[in-house]
């Protein structure tokens, strides 16, 4: 007698990417303790297109002429962002540049910069939301603009962010992953998730809803 087929078993295609998820953090972790972050989530319907490209690497440890394990190790995601536009208040946060009557100075000298989380949504079939978490990040030092030319008809220009996702100082937590659609879920829903940046295991007893 055939399993019945349970939660998650079947596939789920992708829908479409939904919105962009931002929020600063107001203290860096450190060794021994976790970050902290603004309480304002600002959610965006401004994502296009969201690519990820790893660093990750596998080493081979051999013993006794075997090969012993095969270690794997990802310490960092890079987030490339097309997008229909960027509010400048957001923007300016991302870049911590120097503000004086409207006028942002940008700097040559060496200087961090500002770190914060970002979380994407996307839509799979049979209404599963996916979501993810990415909670210490910061863009590229890179920059890269392109400013183009109107024409007589309009033709719609995105903008792109290079973006560097880390592990925490503390946990080496890169990113947290929320599917509607996995068989276990405690209580956790879709909208506790993406209320704010989610980077521990312990913090999830304080996300999930009680039981009635």
């Keep these: ?15 479409g990417v939904d919105d ?10 450190d060794s021994t303790t976790d970050a902290t972050y603004e309480s304002q989530v600002y959610r965006l319907p401004n994502v296009k297109k969201m690519g990820v490209k790893g660093n990750g690497k596998a080493v081979e440890i051999h013993a006794s002429s075997k090969l ?9 995601h890079e987030l490339s962002l097309t997008h229909i536009g960027m509010p400048i208040n957001i923007y300016d946060k991302m ?11 940008a700097k040559s ?10 979380g994407v949504i996307a839509n799979r079939s049979d209404d599963v939301k996916d979501a ?17 030319t109107a024409e007589e008809v309009f033709k719609e220009n995105d903008g792109s962010l290079a973006i560097t996702a880390n592990g925490l100082r503390n946990s080496s937590i890169l990113y947290s992953h929320f ?28 996300l999930t809803v009680p039981k009635a």
Excluded at 1 to 15: L, S
């Design 20 to 29: 962009l998820l931002i929020v600063f953090k107001t203290k860096k972790e």
């Design 179 to 206: 599917n509607s659609a996995r068989e276990i879920v405690d209580g956790l829903t879709y909208e506790t998730f993406i209320a704010q940046p989610v980077f521990s295991e312990a913090q999830l007893d304080t």
């Design 109 to 118: 000298t060496p200087h961090e910069f500002p770190e914060f989380a970002l």
């Design 1 to 15: 007698m055939a399993d019945t087929p349970k939660k998650g078993d079947g596939i789920q295609y992708d829908v």
């Design 68 to 76: 012993f394990a095969k270690v794997s190790q990802e310490t960092q």
């Design 132 to 148: 993810i978490w990415y909670p210490s990040c910061s863009l590229d030092p890179a920059t890269t603009m392109d400013y183009e």
């Design 95 to 105: 870049t911590g540049n120097t503000l004086k009557k409207g006028v942002a100075f």
